[in-house]
């Protein structure tokens, strides 16, 4: 058996960063996730004016709540390539007494769409200006401060929209109510309202109405979980080897985060799952089986998926995740012609893709500096030595030790007398 310990949850840094900046008092954060988009999003909370210190070699940071919010009446931030980062800081914010806010970021990142969110908040009375092109960064917040009310969302395109206003209700005078149009990745929301729980205040939902309470958050003690979209690169590796185990302690059955489901697609296939309560082991079959699968609620593994989908019996069909196309790249396109120029037959339409059995073989993956394409053919090359990538370094953007940690499990693998299934 293999053990990885694999770095904190982005999706819960991030949302640990914006509560533990809105509450009253000092929060301290145990091991969060130290990555490019992390330490951007740590950044932009110091330029606007909030407290961050760093201690015991980065595995805990202090976060000094400002409820009144940001200690800058001016400042501009740069995101970098985060998306959360993106869609929260300027919800922080606009709930203020007052200040001027600029926010730019990436060329990636200024390809993303922001609309809904920004629309939303302009309804709520914010004042918001797109520098350039309506819907996208860069933008300005001239904060005034939100009296609340009730609020109509599209999440269609992400879910990030949604967890940015339910933290912000509570920083409003009188809450928020939120009727919610569509919605993708809800997973993802259930972390947000559960770690909002953490930090003092409960949402009330009755189907896709939101109900947000005034009255800020409470500081708190807070560990960060390890990142379950990030596991499941080292969980698809031991399915695409008979008889390897791989186990990823702190990620048990009652884990916040919705990717952990990532687990049931490989049962699926036939690899052998384990959940207990602080871990989850996942064992390699002999072979894999194909199968159609809804990975709407788990897009971001959708990469996961299509890159060992090769090596399965039948065919593997991933539907219904046409936000995809939106994140850091079109991620259906490029797992599309990277799967080609392996030499696998591979279709898509709009919000599928489907994959027949192959053979693949090395080559250069065109990255599109998305670091879940990376991550996710590095699965692939346990079986064709010699795979390559245009932009190795972009899996700094949530795992920088990735390469290191990846070629660790191989040469732990290499040195083992060849287990069975």
Known sequence: MTVIEIPGSKSVTARALFLAAAARGETVLRRPLRSDDSEGFAEGLSRLGYGVVREDGDRIWRIAGRPEGPGEPEADVYCRDGATTARFLPALVAAAPSGSYRFDASAQMRRRPLGPLTRALRDLGVDVTHGEREGHYPLRIDAHGIKGGPLILDAGESSQYLTALLMLGPLTDEGLTIDVTRLVSAPYVDITLAMMRDFGVRVTREGNRFTVPPGGYRAVEYEIEPDASTASYFFAAAALSPGREVTVPGLGRHALQGDTAFVDV????????????????????????????????????????????????????????????????????????????????????????????????????????????????????????????????????????????????????????????
Not at 272 to 277: F, K, M, P, S
Not at 317 to 329: G, M, S
């Open 266 to 421: 490989l049962e699926r296939m036939g690899a052998e799952v384990v959940r207990a309560d602080g871990a989850t082991t996942v064992r390699g079959p002999r072979r894999l089986q194909g199968l159609t699968v809804n990975m709407r609620d788990i897009s971001d593994t959708m990469p996961t998926l299509a890159a060992v989908a090769p090596y399965a019996e039948g065919p593997v069909r991933i539907e219904d995740v046409a936000n995809t196309r939106v994140k850091e790249c079109d991620r259906l396109d490029a797992c599309a012609e990277n799967l080609r120029a392996l030499g696998v037959d591979v279709s898509t339409g709009p919000d599928w893709i489907e994959i027949r059995p192959g053979a693949p073989r090395a080559t250069e993956i065109a990255t599109h500096g998305d670091h879940r394409i990376v991550m996710s053919f590095a699965v692939t090359g346990l079986r064709a030595p010699g795979m390559t990538y245009d932009d190795p370094g972009c899996v700094r953007k949530t795992f920088p030790g990735f390469h290191e940690a990846f070629a660790a499990l191989r040469d732990t693998w290499d040195a083992e007398p060849h287990a069975q299934a």
